[in-house]
């Protein structure tokens, strides 16, 4: 009988797109990054990220290749406008009715039997 051997873990050989590549070599070179950490947990070795690393470099220095500029995102913190007269009904979870006095008391109680209250 065949002995079959199964190994269990990710494969050894592996395809990485650009922008994946792009992505972690990114990441790799944030401030206070480390790179065997970054190499780590992406589950690649440490020799070749520096591999990764030095090809982006030596692209963008040939005026080739990416450049990385550091973006700052947050969170667009709009104001909710406050009107006067208006209430606001919590349904539970996420789901939300805000209403003002010029609301058509009709259509409210529609959406209000749609929504299953």
Request: charged share 25%; hydrophobic share 40%.
């Amino acid at each position: 009988m065949a002995t079959v051997t199964v190994l269990s873990g990710p494969e050894r050989r592996r395809r990485w797109g650009p922008s994946e590549k792009a992505s972690i070599v990114e990441e790799s070179l944030r401030p206070g990054a480390v790179v065997t950490a970054v190499a780590r947990r992406h589950d690649v070795h440490p020799n070749l990220l520096h591999y990764w690393r030095r090809q982006a470099k030596r692209l963008a220095d040939d005026g080739h290749g990416l450049k990385f500029l550091p973006v700052a995102v947050t969170a667009a913190a709009r104001p909710e406008p406050k009107v006067a007269g208006s209430i606001e009904i919590e349904l539970g979870g996420s789901v939300r009715v805000r209403v003002d006095a010029a609301v058509d008391e009709g259509a409210l109680g529609r959406v209000l039997r749609a929504l299953g209250q």
